[in-house]
C-alpha cells in the first residue's frame, strides 16, 4: 500500500491528500503523519488544502492526541 498522506504544493498553497481507502479513514496514526508531512515544508504558506483521494472525503473520527 502507498503512503496513506501525500502532499503536494501548488504555489504557495499545501494540498494534502489523505488516500486511505475504501473511506479515507481518519485511523490512527494519519493526524500525526500530516503533522510530519507539514513539518518539512519549509516554505512560506499562503493556504492548505486537505482533500481526499476518490469520491470521498474522510471518514470517521480520531479523538486522542488532536
Given at each position: ?58 471518514a470517521g473520527a480520531v479523538t486522542?492526541?488532536?
Amino acid at each position: 500500500m502507498d503512503h496513506p498522506i501525500l502532499l503536494h504544493f501548488d504555489d504557495r498553497v499545501a494540498v494534502v491528500t489523505i488516500s486511505n481507502p475504501p473511506v479515507n479513514a481518519l485511523s490512527a496514526g494519519l493526524p500525526e503523519g500530516i503533522r510530519s508531512a507539514l513539518g518539512g515544508a519549509a516554505v512560506d504558506l499562503a493556504a492548505l488544502m486537505v482533500i481526499g483521494a476518490g469520491c470521498t472525503f474522510i471518514a470517521g473520527a480520531v479523538t486522542a492526541g488532536v
